[in-house]
Nanobody, 127 residues
Framework: QVQLVESGGGLVQAGGSLRLSCKAS????????MGWFRQAPGKGREFVAA????????FYADSVKGRFTISRDNIEDTVYLQMPNLKPEDTAIYYC????????????????????WGQGTQVTVSS
């Protein structure tokens, strides 16, 4: 079992920045590709960003490409999502997720690919 705990959410004004963290416990994240998803009020959960086991490959949703950056520290078993230049439409609960994989370079953009989920952290961007 992998337990994931997100932190770093909050209330910011448009144009502001946040850095989300996702700390794992129970097992090392070395065997897992990781992803960030978000769910806005009244909407389904959507893909935001993904990173491979090795950290060498990343992939982003079009809505955040060029703004957000996903990274990981396999020694600290932590994954990050750097979010500069936030917009009101980024308001959502943000979830991190872990997908067990044998492939160092593979990334997973689909919800069904993931085995473990955190409880989420709220990000609110005011206009």
């Amino acid at each position: 079992q992998v337990q994931l705990v997100e932190s770093g959410g909050g209330l910011v004004q448009a144009g502001g920045s946040l850095r989300l963290s996702c700390k794992a416990s129970g097992r090392t994240l070395n065997n897992y590709a990781m992803g960030w998803f978000r769910q806005a009020p009244g909407k389904g959960r959507e893909f935001v960003a993904a990173i491979s086991r090795s950290g060498d490959s990343t992939f982003y949703a079009d809505s955040v490409k060029g703004r957000f950056t996903i990274s990981r520290d396999n020694i600290e078993d932590t994954v990050y999502l750097q979010m500069p230049n936030l917009k009101p439409e980024d308001t959502a609960i943000y979830y991190c997720a872990a997908a067990q994989t044998y492939y160092n370079g593979r990334i997973y953009p689909k919800l069904n690919d993931y085995d473990y989920w955190g409880q989420g952290t709220q990000v609110t961007v005011s206009s």
